[in-house]
């Protein structure tokens, strides 16, 4: 394929690169059920994109919990990443394109709420961590998703403008961040009645089908056009 141009593309993770939120979903659940909550995969919907710092913090004030946030923390974390390790789905036509932008030499990074421990299990377990050596965690900057910071640390890694950076996401906080960044953004709804959300308003491309409508092929002809 011809060279893209100056760009650079920032890959969220879970739910983006990976199909990780029902692993999400049961330590959740798991960690929730020791302190007597009956959580759901609804109520689990509302934390989609939210970095898990700040998924602790709000499960402590919505259910009342006396357990610290780094306790909760630590409970999740340790819950998630036996599951991430022993399952963890990449979305076929994420692989390709993650592929056709190494092939041709396209600058990746991951940007994501996820822990640095959970994102390393994750990118090393699939094997995306040949193509993305790049990998940026809420938990290294101010503030986690709406805010553009993760985002703009992994620009700042990858030694490009935020114009230059085309964001994929599935979240609406993530489209929001990417949006705060001044970087173009990919959406791909992970939640389908959340397509109608107006964060997702401001997405350069919106594939309203989620991973269903996306192929790696179409994509990479997207950023060809788009291009600076």
């Known amino acids: 394929m011809s060279d893209p141009g100056v760009l650079?593309?920032?890959?969220?993770?879970?739910?983006?690169?990976?199909?990780?939120?029902?692993?999400?979903?049961?330590?959740?659940?798991?960690?929730?059920?020791?302190?007597?909550?009956?959580?759901t995969w609804t109520e689990h919907e509302s934390y989609v994109g939210i970095s898990t710092r700040e998924t602790?913090?709000?499960?402590?004030?919505?259910?009342?919990?006396?357990?610290s946030a780094d306790?909760?923390?630590?409970?999740?974390?340790?819950?998630?990443?036996?599951?991430?390790?022993?399952?963890?789905?990449t979305y076929p036509e994420m692989r390709k394109f993650v592929e056709l932008l190494a092939a041709d030499g396209v600058p990746m990074a991951v940007a994501s709420g996820s822990s640095p421990k959970a994102?390393?299990?994750?990118?090393?377990?699939?094997?995306?961590?040949?193509?993305?050596?790049?990998?940026?965690?809420?938990d290294e900057v101010g503030?986690?998703?709406?805010?553009?910071?993760?985002?703009?640390?992994?620009?700042?890694?990858?030694?490009?403008?935020?114009?230059?950076?085309?964001?994929?996401?599935?979240?609406?906080?993530?489209?929001?961040?990417?949006h705060a960044a001044g970087m173009r953004c990919i959406a791909i709804p992970y939640v389908a009645a959340q397509a109608d959300a107006p964060e997702f308003a401001t997405a350069a491309l919106l594939l309203r089908g989620g991973q269903s409508e996306f192929t790696a092929r179409s994509a990479y002809a997207w950023l060809r056009r788009a291009s600076p």
């Open 8 to 39: 650079s593309v920032v890959f969220d993770l879970d739910g983006t690169l990976v199909d990780s939120e029902p692993n999400y979903f049961e330590a959740s659940r798991r960690t929730l059920a020791e302190h007597g909550v009956a959580f």
């Open 56 to 67: 602790v913090a709000d499960w402590r004030r919505r259910y009342g919990l006396r357990v």
């Open 71 to 89: 306790g909760l923390l630590a409970a999740l974390d340790r819950r998630y990443l036996a599951l991430a390790r022993a399952r963890t789905r």
């Open 119 to 138: 994102m390393e299990a994750i990118l090393t377990g699939t094997g995306l961590a040949e193509f993305l050596h790049t990998a940026v965690s809420a």
């Open 143 to 178: 503030a986690g998703k709406p805010a553009p910071d993760v985002f703009l640390e992994a620009a700042r890694r990858l030694g490009a403008r935020p114009a230059e950076c085309v964001v994929l996401e599935d979240a609406p906080a993530g489209v929001a961040a990417a």
